[in-house]
């Protein structure tokens, strides 16, 4: 059944992929002497449709817009001899047609910045020049001509100049010489030194405590930089509807002739209450509810209650959160709370506390240090009787984790890779005191396949090794498991790793886990997926792999604008370890 289930899927895809392939079509033919690549290009602006030319207006009517479309590509690689006619050919039905002579390619000469009024520093001026970056002889090209101007401004306004501006640029095409020679007129304006800052709120956040957010000290140069750094520090909060960062006006200066930064915030509702129910075939139901309250120190801080009632996992708790906490990109969370967690491996009964310190670095990169305490009761079995075998335990844990980021996007990524890696001590007090050390580590590459990134290679590895221990000493519940959507796809949560002589999941002192997905969008919101997941749990504490479970699968996605819906469905290649045929899984987000 669950082969079936994969094939089905599988051949609606391609066909999906490969009806909509069939019915789509240029919207105009393209004639003419042209380079492969350029050709491309102008096919590419012209596009495809899959509603056939009905009468002769309207094959005119496309063979003229795709007239203008030739012309935009053409200019905007340098082609400004150009001969593009619309035709329309004598098939019936009528077939609209470009026919397209490029002329030579006009390459850059001589190009040039004027500063209009009072010019920059020498410093400025020289960085202006080198950012502009057109070189004589390189290819004409109209968005190069624009994208220099912008390159020139940013470089100004990061050395000081706030106010600088583009007046009209000089472009003359001179079709004696084949040549394009631009003249940007700049107006930089005056050099521009910061104050403090002023609040603009009716919420209820401390003044003082914003002003230790600033980047900058009183007195310095003006640095875009510093007032969107500002702007992203509040918003990491998530206690406002929206903030503001912006310079003061141009005549709105102190003394010294320097410039506030003006703020503006709106809170966030100060109460909120969110409540999700899910349902799993391994958890089964499962009801989430959060009760939050923003901003009561003034300091966008977030007070919250939770509370989750399911099969495998319940618990209650709170949590607070205090971001900047004593300097910027430095967030304090603090966490209590009882749990019951209900497993085939083990169950466990405790009550816990917890803190860590996470300080960012850049956008998307993080080193986060922390501590719990918990004092648990376990349960589970003894491995060579089977016998029932309860522990009281009391553990005490410190860690250290890195988190790197430089992918493009966190919910779908098309280029870059994340790396994150976690060092954890620990120490149980029982019946036997037993200190280990937790070691894991996570890598993910992407690698687009074409210009576009429709087609996207992605691969993930995951490694980690309990240290220190043996295996029966370890509890449970502090065990590698590996199995389920966000590890092994194709077999239940649990169900990698060596078993016990019931078949119940014994867990490990080492994991490995390896993905790889091929993701190729077929339009702008529907993507398909094809992975094979490997995983191994192993009852030594180095990581070995030996012992491999393997699950393929293909999957479905649908951009949402912000990220996409998934739903996978795979089926295990381990025929001893299969809970089912096939697992389905449903989730937002890529996998990895």
């Known amino acids: 059944m669950g082969r079936i289930a994969f094939a089905a899927v599988a051949t609606a895809a391609l066909c999906v992929f490969g009806a909509g392939a069939a019915r789509a079509e240029p919207r105009a033919d393209v004639r003419g002497d042209l380079s492969g690549d350029l050709r491309e290009r102008i096919v590419r602006a012209i596009g495809e449709t899959d509603r056939p030319v009905e009468n002769l207006f309207q094959a005119r009517r496309r063979a003229r817009d795709a007239a203008e479309s030739a012309i935009a590509v053409l200019r905007s690689e340098g082609y400004y001899a150009y001969t593009v006619s619309a035709e329309v050919n004598d098939l019936d039905p009528p077939r609209p047609v470009v026919a397209v002579t490029p002329g030579a390619r006009f390459v850059f000469a001589e190009p040039g910045v004027e500063w209009t009024g009072?010019?920059?520093?020498?410093?400025?001026?020289?960085?202006?020049?080198?950012?502009?970056?057109?070189?004589?002889?390189?290819?004409?090209?109209?968005?190069?001509?624009?994208?220099?101007?912008?390159?020139?401004?940013?470089?100004?306004?990061?050395?000081?100049?706030?106010?600088?501006?583009?007046?009209?640029?000089?472009?003359?095409?001179?079709?004696?010489?084949?040549?394009?020679?631009?003249?940007?007129?700049?107006?930089?304006?005056?050099?521009?030194?910061?104050?403090?800052?002023?609040?603009?709120?009716?919420?209820?956040?401390?003044?003082?405590?914003?002003?230790?957010?600033?980047?900058?000290?009183?007195?310095?140069?003006?640095?875009?930089?510093?007032?969107?750094?500002?702007?992203?520090r509040l918003l990491d909060t998530g206690v406002y509807d929206t903030v503001t960062v912006a310079l003061s006006a141009r005549d709105d200066v102190d003394e010294q002739g320097r410039r506030r930064v003006l703020v503006g915030l709106s809170d966030r509702p100060r109460r909120t209450l969110e409540i999700g129910a899910s349902y799993s075939t391994i958890e089964g139901f499962g009801v989430d509810s959060r009760w939050s309250r923003y901003n009561v120190l003034g300091r966008a801080d977030t007070l919250a209650l939770v509370a989750r009632l399911s099969e495998l996992d319940s618990r209650l708790g709170a949590d607070l959160t205090l971001p900047h906490w004593r300097r910027a990109a430095q967030t304090l969370h603090m966490n209590t709370g009882a749990y019951r967690t209900v497993t085939d491996a083990y169950d466990e009964t405790g009550i816990g506390l917890g803190a860590d310190l996470r300080r960012r670095y850049g956008a998307n990169s993080f080193v986060t240090v922390g501590g719990s305490l918990d004092f648990s009761r376990n349960e589970e079995k003894e491995a060579r009787t089977l016998s029932p075998l309860g522990r009281d335990l009391l553990t005490a844990a410190v860690f250290g984790a890195v988190s790197l980021d430089r992918s493009n996007d966190r919910l779908d990524p098309t280029q870059g890779w994340r790396a994150d890696t976690r060092l954890e001590p620990t120490y149980i007090a029982g019946d036997e005191a037993l200190p280990y050390l937790e070691v894991s580590a996570q890598g993910a590459a992407y690698l687009p396949l074409d210009s576009q990134a429709r087609t996207v290679l992605a691969g993930r590895l995951r490694v980690g090794s309990l240290v220190g221990g043996e295996l029966p000493d370890i509890p449970a519940s502090r065990r590698f498991y590996a199995g389920g959507g966000g590890s092994v796809r194709g077999y239940a949560y649990q169900g990698v790793g060596p078993r016990l002589a019931d078949n119940t999941p014994r867990g490990g002192l080492s994991l490995v886990e390896v993905s790889l997905e091929v993701r190729r969008k077929l339009t702008d919101r529907w993507g398909v997926v094809a992975f094979v997941d490997a995983g191994s749990v192993g009852e030594e504490m180095t990581p070995t792999g030996d012992n491999l479970s393997v699950g393929v699968g293909v999957g479905v996605r649908y951009d949402l604008g912000f990220g996409p819906i998934r739903a996978d469905l795979a089926i295990p290649l381990d025929a001893e370890k299969r809970d089912g045929g096939f697992q389905i899984y449903l989730s937002i987000g890529q996998s990895f």
């Open 118 to 232: 009072t010019a920059p520093d020498e410093a400025t001026r020289t960085r202006g020049r080198e950012a502009m970056g057109l070189r004589p002889g390189d290819p004409g090209r109209s968005a190069e001509v624009v994208a220099a101007e912008g390159r020139i401004v940013a470089v100004v306004r990061k050395s000081g100049y706030a106010d600088v501006s583009a007046d009209p640029r000089e472009v003359i095409v001179d079709h004696a010489d084949d040549t394009v020679r631009p003249t940007y007129r700049i107006s930089a304006g005056d050099l521009v030194r910061l104050d403090g800052l002023i609040l603009d709120t009716e919420g209820r956040t401390n003044p003082a405590w914003l002003d230790q957010l600033r980047p900058w000290e009183e007195g310095d140069v003006f640095d875009p930089e510093d007032v969107a750094e500002l702007e992203r």
